[in-house]
């Protein structure tokens, strides 16, 4: 856990009205891009404070296709609608999915999944073009 939270909400807001903070929002997300490409899974929370990253989860032996990081993104789609509000796959090939509790900015929820498909559980997906 990070201790205090790297509070990007916060950030972004300071740009608009600062602009002379560019720099300390280029500077977060550098640092964010760089705990995105560590092992392990990055937390946020709805805030858009960054509370953790090279986080692991329990696996299930075996029970999904593929490497750690879709098998961590199975594991915690079982929880997202249950103390948890999203999850989100980056695959080192670029493929990508997210499944959401409920819907954010014009995004409905369920699960969305951009490159090819990557089924979480019973909820719809789709591709992105």
């Known amino acids: 856990m990070l201790e205090p ?11 608009l009205r600062d602009t002379g903070t560019i ?27 960054l509370l953790a990253y090279r986080g692991f989860t329990k696996l299930k032996p075996a029970e999904a296709n593929g490497g750690a990081r879709r098998r961590a993104y199975y594991a ?34 369920g699960t969305r999944n951009f490159g090819y498909h990557v089924p979480c559980g019973n909820a719809w997906t789709c591709r992105h073009q």
Do not use: W, Y
């Not at 939270?5 to 740009?15: D, Q, S, W, Y």
């Not at 079982?78 to 509790?101: I, R, T, W, Y």
């Open 76 to 109: 915690l789609c079982e929880k997202v609608g249950h103390g948890l509000g999203a999850a989100f796959f980056q695959s080192q090939d670029g493929a990508s999915s997210l499944k959401m509790a409920q819907a954010v900015s014009g995004l409905e929820k």
């Open 5 to 15: 939270p790297l509070n990007i909400g916060f950030a972004v807001e300071n740009v």
């Open 23 to 49: 720099p300390e929002l280029q500077a977060l997300e550098s640092l964010t891009l760089g705990m995105f490409g560590s092992d392990g899974i990055v937390i946020f929370d709805t805030k858009a404070r």
